[in-house]
């Protein structure tokens, strides 16, 4: 299944794309998507465990992702 | 109550004038803005960017939370996306109360979540020309210092 993984500010720029399209097998998990995304060129840049979220919702790295689902990597916050 | 995401200015004005009601003995406003000096760099102006959808959500969450710990529904939240000019402000929190205490512990726990957990990101102009994405003294290596289990 292909899994979209949305990047964003820093995240974004390290990897030179704000969207990624990736082909997981099914049962895949947040940390398998996590790993995947570590293992791009230039995905060393991202922290071992960054907060993620699935479905606009912050998610566990244990938490089962499907195709349908929306997950981003969420690079340290700075609202206020 | 309401939230949102601002690409224009924010008026800390008519925030009070929305939540004021005569049930109400106390409203604190509290403004966010931009900071001339951050950590010892002269900054000159800074964008938000956010995870539009999300952000949304986020914000109306830490809301409806003070919402109900504090039992008050006169809580309007706005933060503001884009470019901001020093002395803009980025956020403004106002929250009405029958009394003074509820009001300020709920406006505090509004800034303080939003702090670690709204999805938008900052990218801060310096006076000699360097930009650089700064993140909240809430967050380490990507993560809340608090427990990051507990999402």
């Given at each position: 299944?292909?899994?979209?993984?949305?990047?964003?500010a820093?995240?974004a720029?390290a990897?030179?794309?704000?969207?990624?399209?990736?082909?997981?097998?099914?049962?895949?998990?947040v940390?398998?998507?996590?790993?995947?995304?570590?293992?791009?060129?230039?995905?060393?840049r991202?922290?071992?465990?960054?907060?993620?979220?699935?479905?606009?919702?912050?998610?566990?790295e244990d938490?089962?992702?499907?195709?349908?689902?929306?997950?981003?990597?969420?690079?340290?916050?700075?609202?206020? | 109550?309401?939230?949102?995401?601002?690409?224009?200015p924010?008026?800390?004005?008519?925030?009070?004038d929305?939540?004021?009601?005569?049930?109400?003995g106390?409203?604190?406003?509290?403004?966010?803005?931009?900071?001339?000096m951050?950590?010892?760099?002269?900054?000159?102006g800074?964008?938000?960017?956010?995870?539009?959808?999300m952000?949304?959500?986020?914000?109306?969450?830490?809301?409806?939370?003070?919402?109900?710990?504090?039992?008050?529904?006169?809580?309007?939240?706005?933060?503001r996306?884009?470019s901001?000019?020093?002395?803009e402000?980025?956020?403004?929190?106002?929250?009405?109360?029958p009394?003074?205490?509820?009001?300020?512990?709920?406006?505090?726990?509004?800034?303080?979540?939003?702090?670690?957990?709204?999805?938008?990101?900052?990218?801060?102009?310096?006076?000699?020309?360097?930009?650089?994405?700064?993140a909240n003294?809430?967050?380490?290596?990507?993560?809340?210092?608090?427990?990051?289990e507990?999402v």
């Amino acid at each position: 299944m292909t899994v979209r993984v949305l990047l964003f500010a820093s995240y974004a720029d390290a990897l030179g794309a704000s969207e990624v399209a990736l082909e997981m097998p099914a049962g895949t998990l947040v940390r398998d998507v996590l790993a995947r995304v570590k293992s791009l060129a230039a995905g060393k840049r991202i922290p071992d465990r960054p907060l993620v979220a699935v479905n606009q919702r912050y998610a566990r790295e244990d938490q089962a992702v499907t195709a349908s689902d929306e997950v981003a990597i969420i690079p340290p916050v700075a609202g206020g | 109550m309401r939230t949102g995401m601002v690409e224009g200015p924010l008026d800390p004005r008519a925030l009070l004038d929305e939540v004021a009601q005569h049930r109400n003995g106390a409203t604190v406003l509290f403004v966010g803005t931009v900071r001339e000096m951050n950590e010892g760099e002269a900054v000159s102006g800074l964008d938000y960017s956010a995870y539009a959808g999300m952000a949304e959500s986020e914000l109306a969450s830490i809301a409806r939370e003070a919402a109900a710990r504090w039992a008050t529904n006169d809580i309007v939240v706005e933060h503001r996306t884009g470019s901001l000019q020093l002395g803009e402000a980025s956020v403004v929190i106002a929250v009405a109360h029958p009394h003074r205490g509820e009001a300020y512990e709920a406006s505090r726990y509004i800034i303080e979540e939003l702090k670690k957990r709204l999805p938008v990101w900052k990218r801060e102009h310096y006076a000699d020309g360097r930009a650089e994405w700064v993140a909240n003294a809430e967050m380490e290596n990507g993560k809340w210092k608090m427990d990051a289990e507990k999402v």
